[in-house]
C-alpha cells in the first residue's frame, strides 16, 4: 500500500467492556469522502467500534481501548485531545431519532451554542444551510420555533443529522440511522448519504443488506469482535473471501 | 362450581372490598372536611385575616399566623429548592457508584423517614443554641429546610432519571460537557418533575407544627414579622393553640384557621399537579 493520508484509521484496536473483550486487534483505513458500512450479526461489536471514533464509549464505565483511532492521522485517544474539539470534527447519528425537547431552531444550533457562538446572524445562517443540506428545510422552513417532538420520525431524523452537521465536521458516523424508520424516510436518508458523501467521510453501521449495497463505497464485516473482511462494497457482495462473509450476506445467521 | 367460576367469584369479591378501602378513606376526609366547614366558614371574613391574635375569640385574627407561614414558605424555598435540586443531581449525574454514594443513598432515603419532632430538636440545638438564631423565622425554614431536603433530592432524581438516555448521547455527541448536558438538556426535560416534588415538599412544611414548635415558634405573636430574624408563629401552631382553648368560640377559630390552611395546601398541590400534567403533555419520548 502507499503512504496515502487515510481520514480514519484504527490500528491493532482492543476494546474491553470490564472483562470482555469487545473489539479484537482491528485494523481498518478509511479514504476521505467515502463511505464505509459496518455489517455483522447482532452484538457483533459494530456499534462499540463507531463510537470509538467519536469517543462516546468514555462515559461507559468499566470501558477501555487499546491500540490508535487515528483522525487525519492524529491518535485521537491521546490525552492531549480534547473530546469536545473532536466532537466538532465528527459528528454522530444515532439509531433512534433524538431530537431534543426544544424547538427546531434550537435542535440544530445547539452544537454551535454549546461552542459559545451566540450571534444571531451566523446561528440563522447555519440553521438554514444544514437544513438545506438535511433536504428537510422545505418542510420546516416555516415553523423554525415549534417544538421538533412535533415531526414525523423521518422528519427527527433528518434533523438529527442537520444538528451533527451544525458545526461542519468532516466525519459523519450514523449508528442503523434509517432502522427506524418507514421505508420512505429510508430512501431519503439514504439519498442524503449519498448526497452528504461529496463533503463527508460517512461510516455507517447498517443491518440492512441491500441498504449497504446501495449507499456504501467500502464494506466491513465484523463477526464476534473480529474484523473479518473490508473490502470494496461490489466486490464484497459479488465475491465475498471468507466464508462467515458469504454465510452472512446471502442470509444463512444473523 | 367450576374452578372459573370459583375464579369469578374471587376477582368479584375483591373487586367490591377494593372499593370498599377506597371509600373509607374519602369518606372520612369528606366528613372532617363538611364538619370543619360548618364550623368555620361563616367565621372567615377579612377583619379575621387582617386581626392580630386576641385573647377575646371573636377579635382573634390569623395575620401574624399566616404572615408566618408565609415568610416561612418562602424562605424555606430558597433554602431548600437549590440545595436539594444540586445534591439531587449531583447523586445521579456526578456521583461515581462507589460504597460511599451507596451508602449516602441509603441514608437519605432513611433521612426522609425520621419524624418531624427530632428535626425539630437537631434545629434547636445547631440553628438556635449553637448558630444563635434564636427562635427565629430563620432558625425555623432552616430547620425545615433540612425535614424537606431528603424529599426533594428523591423526587429531583427521579425527574433526572426519567430523563431518556438518548437526550444525552444526543448533547454528548455534539461536544457538550457534562455541566452542559445538565444545564441545557436534563434540568429543562425534568424541570416540571423538580418542581412537582419541590411545591409537594413545600406543601408538607406548610402544615408542619411539631418542629417549629421545638425550635422555639411561639403560640402568641402579636404582631406581623417583618425580617427573617423576627420571632413568628405559624398557621399550624395558631391552630393547635386554639383547639386547645376551652371556650367553644376559639374552637370556631381553630376551624375558620383550619380552613385557611388547607386552602394553602389544596391550592400548592393543585400547582403541582398542573406541572404534571402540563409536562406530561409537552414532552413525550
Ligand atoms: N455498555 C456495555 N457494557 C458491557 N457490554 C457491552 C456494553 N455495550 C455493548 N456490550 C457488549 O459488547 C458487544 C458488542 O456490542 P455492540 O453494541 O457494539 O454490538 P452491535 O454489533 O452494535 O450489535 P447490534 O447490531 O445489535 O447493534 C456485545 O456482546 C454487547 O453485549
Ligand atoms: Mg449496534
Redesign the interface.
Known amino acids: 500500500m502507499s503512504k496515502k493520508e487515510y481520514k480514519l484509521e484504527a490500528k491493532e484496536l482492543n476494546a474491553y467492556y470490564g472483562g470482555f473483550h469487545a473489539l479484537k486487534g482491528i485494523n481498518i483505513a478509511m479514504e476521505e469522502k467515502t463511505v464505509t458500512a459496518f455489517i455483522g450479526p447482532s452484538g457483533c461489536g459494530k456499534s462499540t467500534f463507531l463510537r470509538t471514533f467519536?469517543r462516546?464509549n468514555d462515559?461507559i464505565?468499566g470501558f477501555r481501548v487499546e491500540g490508535e483511532i487515528l483522525l487525519d492521522s492524529r491518535d485521537i485517544y491521546d490525552k492531549k485531545v480534547r473530546?469536545?474539539?473532536?466532537?466538532?470534527e465528527v459528528?454522530?447519528v444515532?439509531q433512534?431519532p433524538?431530537?431534543?425537547?426544544?424547538s427546531i431552531f434550537e435542535n440544530v444550533v445547539?452544537?454551535l451554542?454549546?461552542?459559545g457562538i451566540k450571534k444571531k446572524s451566523v446561528l440563522e445562517e447555519a440553521a438554514e444551510r444544514t437544513l438545506r443540506q438535511a433536504a428537510l428545510w422545505d418542510e420546516v422552513k416555516d415553523k423554525l420555533q415549534k417544538?421538533a417532538?412535533a415531526l414525523s420520525g423521518g422528519q427527527q431524523q433528518r434533523l438529527?443529522i442537520a444538528?451533527?452537521l451544525a458545526?461542519q465536521p468532516s466525519v459523519l458516523l450514523m449508528d442503523e440511522p434509517a432502522s427506524a424508520l418507514d421505508p420512505i424516510s429510508t430512501a431519503k436518508v439514504e439519498e442524503l448519504i449519498y448526497e452528504l458523501k461529496k463533503e463527508y467521510t460517512i461510516v455507517i453501521v447498517t443491518h440492512n443488506m441491500q441498504q449497504a449495497g446501495r449507499v456504501s463505497d467500502y464494506t466491513a464485516f465484523f463477526y464476534i469482535g473480529e474484523l473479518v473482511e473490508y473490502s470494496k462494497t461490489k466486490a464484497m457482495f459479488t465475491s465475498p473471501k471468507d466464508t462467515r462473509t458469504q454465510n452472512y450476506i446471502t442470509g444463512r445467521f444473523g | 362450581m367450576t374452578n372459573s367460576d370459583k375464579n369469578r367469584l374471587k376477582d368479584k369479591a375483591f373487586q367490591v372490598f377494593g372499593i370498599f378501602c377506597t371509600f373509607i378513606g374519602l369518606v372520612v376526609l369528606a366528613v372532617l372536611i363538611v364538619k370543619i366547614i360548618m364550623e368555620g366558614a361563616s367565621r372567615i371574613d377579612w377583619s379575621f385575616i387582617t386581626s392580630l391574635p386576641s385573647r377575646r375569640a371573636s377579635r382573634a385574627g390569623i395575620y401574624s399566623a399566616w404572615t408566618g407561614t408565609l415568610w416561612i414558605l418562602v424562605l424555606t424555598t430558597i433554602i431548600a429548592f437549590p440545595l436539594g435540586v444540586s445534591a439531587g443531581v449531583y447523586l445521579e449525574e456526578y456521583a461515581k457508584k462507589t460504597r460511599l454514594a451507596n451508602f449516602l443513598e441509603i441514608n437519605i432515603a432513611n433521612l426522609a423517614g425520621v419524624p418531624s419532632i427530632i428535626y425539630g430538636l437537631l434545629g434547636l440545638e445547631i440553628f438556635v443554641r449553637q448558630m444563635k438564631l434564636g427562635n427565629s423565622l430563620l432558625a425555623g425554614a432552616l430547620t425545615l429546610s433540612l425535614l424537606i431536603l431528603p424529599i426533594i433530592i428523591v423526587t429531583t432524581r427521579e425527574a433526572i432519571k426519567a430523563v431518556p438516555r438518548s437526550i444525552r448521547d444526543g448533547s454528548y455527541a455534539l461536544g457538550a460537557s457534562k455541566w452542559q448536558t445538565v444545564w441545557h438538556q436534563v434540568l429543562p426535560a425534568s424541570f416540571g418533575g423538580i418542581l412537582t416534588g419541590v411545591i409537594l415538599a413545600l406543601s408538607r412544611a406548610v402544615g408542619e407544627a411539631a418542629p417549629l414548635i421545638v425550635v422555639g415558634a411561639l403560640a402568641y405573636v402579636p404582631f406581623a414579622p417583618t425580617s427573617p430574624l423576627d420571632e413568628f408563629t405559624v398557621l399550624p401552631i395558631q391552630i393547635f393553640n386554639w383547639t386547645s382553648r376551652p371556650q367553644a368560640a376559639f374552637l370556631v377559630n381553630a376551624s375558620a384557621a383550619i380552613i385557611i390552611l388547607l386552602l394553602i395546601t389544596f391550592l400548592l398541590n393543585g400547582i403541582a399537579v398542573y406541572l404534571r400534567n402540563r409536562q406530561q403533555k409537552k414532552i413525550k419520548w
Open positions: 467519536n462516546m462515559y464505565e473530546v469536545d474539539e473532536l466532537r466538532k459528528g454522530m444515532f433512534k433524538n431530537p431534543f425537547p426544544k445547539y452544537g451554542k454549546i461552542q417544538s417532538l438529527c444538528r451533527a458545526s
